[in-house]
């Protein structure tokens, strides 16, 4: 645990000892890595070894199984990603993939998306939204840009804004970097992809229930059983039920419920059949947040009243939305997926998914500006008081339909060996936005001591005929190829056509003199095209269980390509006369696999350039493809058993943000990009003792955010970077049963972990917490 342990040096000025504690942390998060090294060297540089290794690693099978984990078994590290597109192990992949697997994210009591990806570092929902808006389930920033449109499960683009939860999730695999070659459209800095859990050919049942702060109840089941061992036949169902508050957040509440049953047949044969459904649904009380006013750097625009400058902080637990709000989400998803082996070196691979996902909420909306506040006695903060604007409403539904066909070969051509890697997809994908009225009026709220009781007048919603319907189907092809000269090298390449057509309809109602009421006035917009991406690297293998590599790939986003909204009005981003965003990434890195291939290191340098950035010019308002920005900068990755029973997962990452060209983005009017934190550094580890004691911990850091360039006058311009420091302990009670506990924000401490655009609005981080959790397994 010294490796998380931060130092202060009474010299030393803010940012510099920011640098020497992260320095000082990854230096010693590497020290038992560089002390197995020496022990490696001998069987690393013997050429009978690394034959003999080598062919042990090309027999290699992997399976999943749905057995519970034990103590000692190396459940950080994993040897591969999930897509079938990366027909190499990871450390001959020259990409940085960070594998979330599902023992790690146990240990440390993760439940949503969000919560298992602070363990790679630059990745996080690092924005709160827009004005009076909050954004709601995964919002995602990943090296600088939103990348909530990317996230995939099983490897079908997953759609609707919802927090995912890791129930029935088996690993994660976060790809950095343009994904256009692997997905299509997308991110401009990478993807997530969920892998669900599967039947396996043994019988197993593991149930976690927890309890703990905030009023968390939470219990999973998993329950695999064989129906047919010689056909290969299997059954697998998953439940999660939970009924919890929020320990940083008064009123706020998380409802949900899932059931993802799984059938497979011929898991042991040339065929393989997986039937897979999955429904959730949630009730949530959503959070808009709490006002900035306090926060170190808030000033006061109003020269009339410069005393809001000095006011205190508000109680960060304090809930400024009203009980009649609500978050409720339906999602379903049905997949079908086939495999054939061919033959040893050859297979066919077809998935097929429908996916629908409902999402209806009523969110009070707010602006703490400080003109909004109500301040009739300076002295007398009791009676400062916060005007609220109109309830917002989201009622959203998201449909997809996909078919994906890939086959995977392997063959040789004189001295190459090729895995050569082709296939098709077709996708459909479908959103709907209904508009309401009767949205009542909010009245003030006390701005210390806010009342979620009081009424919201007029209250009567109801669907006003106005809507948005946007569709886009995909029609698209891709070829990957992995050259392998010899035993030291190997040449990738990747290439993906999309050919997309997006309609948009937006139906909105008229108004005016002699006009009816209910007269609604459509408008419809097309737009269609084709985007070319392609990859391209090398890699060179100093030892078997090694590589050094160079890498470039593209990725392209046309307008409305996430939102499926388009527009006819010239002075708007989202207006179809506007090119596709285009981004290339370079990148050279290194991935060493040591203590027989039971410790993962991983170094990389990388550039990525956005161009046809749509931006508004600030003096005549008008958009324009002008916008150019720049992200480089430094990722390391160490991930496995450093010894017996002692497992460990660590990142820092480093990013160096610009924009090249256009107009500057940040309120502070620094060059860089919003909500991206210059460095981040995230760590756990845990060691099981001989007693059946498990021990773990580990610490994230987080640097400031800085929020988008706008009207905010006043507001801070950026948010205070911070250490957390998180604990676990687990006991084997019996064969069948563990108690854990988990302890979070060990230090109280106190920070912002999301702001909204304009500044007035931030989530507080989760104050100190625990939870308690009993995994029965038979």
Known sequence: MAFITSRKHATNTPKQKISVQMSSAVALMLLPLAAQTALAADVLASPAATKNERSTQSLKEIS??????????????????????????????????????????????????TDALRNTPGVGTFFLGENGSTSTGDAVYMRGFDTSGSIYVDGVRDLGSISRDMFNIEQIDVLKGPAGTDSGRGSPTGSINLSSKQPTLEDAFYSLLTAGSGSNKRVTADWNKVINAETGTAFRLNLMDQDSGNPARDEVKNKRWAIAPSLAFGLNGATRVNLNYLQVKQDNLPDGGVPTIGLPGYASPDPKRPFIAAAPKVDPKNFYGSLTDFNNVTADMATVRVEHDFSATSKLQNTSRYGKTSQNYLLTSYLARADTVLTPSATNLASWALIRTIPTVKDQINEILANQTTLSTQFITGAIAHSLVTGLEFINEKQINYSYSGLGTLATVNLYHPDPSAPVAGLKLQRNGARSDGSTSTQSAY??????????????????????????????????TGIPAGTMSALAIDTSGTLINGKLAALYKPTADS?????????KLPPGGNSFALSAQANSAANPKFDPQETITKEIGTKWDFLQQKLAFTAALYQTEVKNEVEQDPLDLTYRQTGKKRVQGLELGVTGEVFRNWLISAGYAYMDTSVEAGSVVTASGVNNLNYTPKQTFTAWTSYTLPMGLKLGGGARFVDQLTRGKDGAVGTPVNTEAYWVFDAMASYRVTKNLDLQLNLYNLADKEYVASINKSGYRYTPGAPRSFSVTANVAF
């Open 64 to 113: 999943v199984s749905g057995e519970r984990s034990k103590a000692g078994v190396n459940d950080f590290k994993a040897d591969k990603a999930a897509s079938v597109k990366y027909t190499e192990a990871l450390v001959d992949t020259p990409q940085t993939i960070t594998v979330i697997k599902r023992e790690l994210i146990e240990q440390q009591g993760a439940v949503t998306l």
């Open 479 to 512: 070829v990957f190829d992995t050259l392998k000269l010899g035993e030291q090298w190997q040449f990738n390449l990747g290439l993906r056509a999309d050919h997309y057509s997006t309609t948009y309809t937006s139906i909105t109602a008229l108004t005016g």
């Open 547 to 555: 590589s050094v590599y160079a890498m470039v790939a593209t990725s």
